[in-house]
């Protein structure tokens, strides 16, 4: 679930603790106010005052100094216990123990470990302080897992750092959170939090070139516009401009999350991409009947 409330501790929760002490802080004043305005109303209403002197107001010094040093008394502890938790999540202290490059394309996100790279799902290893240094292709995205950190903007040209920690296995669900074009809505992200030695295992295959090979599928790959834009590891298709393939049967979802990767959405999403998801920059391309299938099969092969 995407909630920063129910976050999984560190550094997500420091933030989940921070609104709850700002909205009680914030409750009792709205409190205090809307209860002094009420019992003002009531006091001094007309009907006690019939045909009574105007009211006049002399200087109150006191009562002046008072509603200016509470809130300033106020904002500054707000802003202590603010400056904490950016520390907080910023991971100060503790140094990372690795590094991952996140790049955000319009509508997919490209994940880079050293030279290896993947898309839409982020795999990591339980309890191990990540920098996600975070950057865009194209227009400003924001990587956004509720449940493991705050948002951060990924800008063109800039590279802005993330500390990333997940104290549970399991799957974290993310999305974009920054407007960025039409499909902005499906740029969901996966974060998969896995033992240390799940993780080696996971990231030893990403590295390796494609796991099966079928001539006739490539051929067709090689012979269309697929290979301008896709890589995989293995054949000669080495285009970047969309995510690399070389391991896509692995994943989860296709499209960042529009849907399932099963062989019969694949041959769908193949057939027609702008169907499932319309302005993505993938184009409808003419295949027939037979070399949708070989290829639909072909892809979700490479796990
Ligand atoms: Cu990428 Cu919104």
């Given at each position: 679930?995407?909630s920063y409330?129910?976050t999984?501790?560190?550094p997500?929760?420091?933030?989940?603790?921070?609104?709850?002490?700002?909205?009680?802080?914030?409750?009792?004043?709205?409190?205090?106010v809307e209860?002094?305005?009420v019992f003002?109303?009531?006091?001094y209403?007309?009907?006690?005052?019939l045909?009574?002197?105007?009211?006049t107001?002399?200087?109150n010094?006191?009562?002046?100094?008072?509603?200016t040093?509470?809130?300033a008394?106020?904002?500054?502890?707000?802003?202590?216990?603010?400056l904490?938790t950016?520390?907080e999540i910023?991971?100060?202290?503790?140094?990372?123990?690795?590094?991952?490059?996140?790049?955000?394309?319009q509508w997919?996100?490209?994940?880079?470990?050293?030279?290896?790279k993947?898309?839409?799902?982020?795999?990591?290893?339980?309890g191990t302080?990540?920098?996600?240094?975070?950057?865009s292709?194209?227009?400003i995205?924001?990587?956004?897992?509720?449940?493991?950190g705050?948002?951060?903007?990924?800008?063109?040209?800039?590279?802005?750092?993330l500390?990333l920690?997940a104290?549970?296995?399991g799957?974290y669900e993310?999305q974009?959170?920054?407007?960025?074009?039409?499909?902005h809505?499906w740029m969901r992200?996966?974060?998969?939090?896995q033992s240390?030695?799940?993780?080696?295992a996971?990231?030893?295959?990403?590295?390796?070139?494609?796991t099966?090979s079928d001539?006739?599928?490539?051929?067709?790959l090689l012979?269309?516009?697929?290979v301008?834009?896709?890589?995989?590891?293995?054949?000669?298709?080495?285009?970047t401009?969309g995510?690399?393939?070389?391991?896509?049967?692995g994943?989860a979802?296709?499209?960042?999350?529009v849907?399932?990767?099963?062989?019969?959405?694949?041959?769908?999403?193949l057939a027609?991409p702008?169907?499932?998801?319309p302005?993505?920059?993938?184009?409808?391309?003419?295949?027939?009947?037979?070399d949708?299938d070989?290829l639909?099969?072909?892809?979700?092969?490479?796990?």
């Open positions: 679930m995407q409330p129910a999984v501790r560190p997500a929760d420091a933030i989940g603790t921070l609104s709850i002490i700002v909205g009680v802080i914030a409750l009792l004043i709205f409190i205090g209860g002094a305005l003002a109303i009531w006091r209403r007309a009907s006690r005052h045909g009574g002197e105007a009211a107001f002399e200087r010094r006191r009562l002046e100094i008072a509603w040093a509470a809130p008394l106020i904002l500054a502890v707000i802003f202590i216990l603010t904490g950016m520390a910023n991971g100060a202290g503790v140094p990372a123990a690795m590094r991952i490059t996140a790049t955000g394309h997919w996100w490209e994940f880079s470990y050293g030279g290896v993947t898309a839409n799902e982020l795999h990591i290893p339980v302080p990540i920098d996600l240094e975070v950057s292709a194209d227009v995205h924001s990587f956004w897992v509720p449940d493991l705050p948002k951060k903007d990924m800008l063109p040209g800039v590279t802005n750092r500390r920690l104290p549970r296995a799957s993310g974009c959170a920054e407007f960025c074009g039409i499909e809505a992200i996966r974060v998969v939090a240390q030695t799940e993780f080696d996971w990231l030893r295959t990403q590295a390796e070139p494609r099966t001539t006739k599928a490539e051929q067709i012979a269309n516009i697929c301008s834009c896709h890589t995989i590891r293995g054949t000669t298709a080495a285009g401009a995510p690399d393939l070389t391991h896509v049967g994943r979802t296709l499209g960042a999350g849907i399932p990767n099963d062989v019969a959405s694949m041959r769908a999403w027609d702008q169907r499932y998801k302005g993505a920059l993938m184009p409808s391309v003419p295949l027939s009947n037979t949708l070989a639909a099969n072909y892809l979700v092969s490479l796990k």
